[in-house]
């Protein structure tokens, strides 16, 4: 079973996110729709969009995506989603949407416990490894290095 992954957010992000996604995965382009959610562009024109763009989608079920709870595209993404066939997550991120991607195939609300484990674990602070950010260990307590 495939489902839709639609992305819906503040232009050009929906795009962008989903040329990443087609970078790796060329062949999802059948199942990854997106909505660029432009300024100024009245809601129920929006909603228009959105329900136009999910029904060309024609998969049995779908993935909403959107990028921050409260705003515009959520707001159109809730009154689109029916929580039968399709579900909503806020904060769509790359890591959240390459997991989708990757786990497609599984039951929806499956793939909705993958993507937000996506999501979240692909949020981390990096170390930095470089040699010069590293503290060096100094066996002469009189010797003192500034760092710039």
Do not use: W
Not at 23 to 52: C, G, I
Not at 88 to 105: D, F, H
Not at 109 to 138: C, E, F, H, Y
């Amino acid at each position: 079973m495939k489902n839709g992954i639609f992305i819906i957010a503040h232009a050009p992000l929906a795009s962008a996110l989903r040329q990443c996604v087609l970078h790796v995965f060329p062949d999802a382009s059948s199942v990854v729709a997106v909505l660029d959610v432009q300024p100024n562009m009245p809601t129920e024109e929006t909603l228009l969009s959105a329900r136009l763009t999910m029904a060309m989608l024609k998969q049995p079920n779908t993935l909403v995506l959107t990028d921050m709870f409260g705003a515009t595209p959520c707001n159109v993404a809730q009154k689109l989603v029916d929580g039968l066939n399709t579900r909503l997550i806020a904060g769509v991120n790359l890591p959240m949407l390459m997991r989708a991607i990757t786990y497609r195939n599984e039951p929806l609300d499956a793939l909705v416990a993958r993507a937000l484990s996506g999501g979240t674990q692909g949020v981390m602070q990096v170390a930095v490894t470089a040699p010069q950010n590293q503290l060096r260990k100094i066996h002469d307590q009189n010797h003192h290095d500034h760092q710039q």
